[in-house]
């Protein structure tokens, strides 16, 4: 027979409540740090409506001017709301991506106003921000409907925005149908 360590375990006899016994095999700084890790309290949880980053709301106004200087006609104002170095790339069926620069690109939608036989308008239907932690650059994903002479679209905008001394502009912008 093996004499028993004074370490190991003793066989509890049926029906006798184990309480603790995994805490009594934990070293003493473990078990601290275990009642410590148990003692702190959750933040509490968000309200459903408050903004995951303070800068979520300005980001948001940002996009919903977006879509109101577009669907407006100000191609102008809306020019300003990209970086002068501002890359638009577009997803057609297919996976085949068209890529352009701001100014080539303000005047497909130059044209694309200019040809439709009635007013476009295009809205956000939900979107999602991630802010960086030095807050000059955001992501959004916004997705899209636009109503086209008699028919609608629907699709996605995925922004990268920076922050300068003037506000948001559009770094990058990556949209297609859905």
């Known amino acids: 027979?093996?004499?028993?360590?004074?370490?190991?375990?003793?066989?509890?006899?049926?029906?006798?409540p184990r309480r603790n016994v995994w805490l009594r095999c934990l070293p003493p700084a473990c078990v601290g740090l275990l009642l410590w890790s148990a003692s702190c309290t959750q933040p509490a949880a968000p309200e459903a409506n408050a903004p995951a980053h303070p800068l979520e709301p300005e980001i948001l106004a940002f996009v919903e001017n977006y879509f109101e200087v577009w669907s407006a006609g100000d191609m102008e104002g809306y020019r300003n709301l990209f970086d002068t170095e501002a890359v638009i790339q577009f997803i057609a069926p297919g996976h085949d991506v068209k890529t352009m620069a701001r100014d080539p690109f303000i005047e497909t939608q130059v044209q694309a106003h200019r040809n439709a036989a009635t007013p476009m308008r295009e809205y956000p239907l939900s979107s999602e921000f991630l802010v960086s932690r030095n807050d000059r650059v955001a992501q959004a994903s916004v997705r899209w409907e636009l109503a086209k002479d008699s028919g609608r679209v629907r699709g996605w905008n995925h922004f990268t925005i920076i922050r300068g001394p003037d506000g948001w502009r559009i770094l990058h912008l990556v949209y297609y149908a859905e």
């Open 1 to 16: 027979m093996i004499p028993s360590s004074p370490a190991a375990p003793t066989a509890t006899p049926i029906g006798t």
